[in-house]
T-cell receptor
Framework: DQQVKQNSPSLSVQEGRISILNCDYT??????FLWYKKYPAEGPTFLIS?????DKNEDGRFTVFLNKSAKHLSLHIVPSQPGDSAVYFC????????????FGQGTRLTINP | NAGVMQNPRHLVRRRGQEARLRCSPM?????VYWYRQLPEEGLKFMVY????????ESGMPKERFSAEFPKEGPSILRIQQVVRGDSAAYFC?????????FGPGTRLTVL
């Protein structure tokens, strides 16, 4: 029962272009969403989050969009840089605050020079 | 300002042995979470603890696994009588409110 799904296992983007990573969820109780970036042999690093009361949150090159009716969120990275090459995980929780996170399977992003 | 610390980074055990994984949360964080990542999969929640209390252990296997977060010292994830299927990366995270910050993980290999 995969409640958070990242249907693209991998994505390849040219340096300087926009990277768009997608995530779908099935549990309507999810209220808070996060994106993490992970390099090999390291722990996930928090990137950006969004509450269900918003439909967009922006932080520098990173923007997260939330479409509650479609149960879909996306992470936009622009412009993409070689250092962005990593595995990106979408995560969701039932509320803000201290709650367990449910993760997607991850999308491996490769930025080509 | 040290981040979340986990040790050991790598742990090798033979089937039937015990594995103890340690996690020190970030300074000022009172919530600790343990997640497990199997190869080519996402992270799966195991347990959520506060000092001296287990808040949510809905992701913990019913047998052989236990966790604690004592008043003093790190949080411990304990796996008794390990089996090959326990081989995975185990990540600890801590938070004060919303965002969880992860440690580097412990990679457990069961021979």
């Amino acid at each position: 029962d995969q409640q958070v799904k990242q249907n693209s296992p991998s994505l390849s983007v040219q340096e300087g272009r926009i990277s768009i990573l997608n995530c779908d969820y099935t549990n309507s109780m999810f209220d808070y969403f996060l994106w993490y970036k992970k390099y090999p042999a390291e722990g996930p690093t928090f990137l950006i989050s969004i509450s269900s009361i918003k439909d967009k949150n922006e932080d520098g090159r990173f923007t997260v969009f939330l479409n509650k009716s479609a149960k879909h969120l996306s992470l936009h990275i622009v412009p993409s840089q070689p250092g962005d090459s990593a595995v990106y995980f979408c995560a969701a929780s039932a509320a803000q605050g201290a709650q367990k996170l449910v993760f997607g399977q991850g999308t491996r992003l490769t930025i080509n020079p | 300002n040290a981040g979340v610390m986990q040790n050991p980074r790598h742990l090798v055990r033979r089937r039937g042995q015990e594995a103890r994984l340690r996690c020190s949360p970030m300074k000022g964080h009172s919530h600790v979470y343990w997640y497990r990542q199997l190869p080519e999969e996402g992270l799966k929640f195991m347990v959520y603890l506060q000092k001296e209390n287990i808040i949510d252990e809905s992701g913990m296997p019913k047998e052989r696994f236990s966790a604690e977060f004592p008043k003093e010292g790190p949080s411990i994830l304990r796996i008794q009588q390990v089996v090959r299927g326990d081989s995975a990366a185990y990540f600890c995270a801590s938070s004060e409110y919303n965002e969880q910050f992860f440690g580097p993980g412990t990679r457990l290999t069961v021979l």
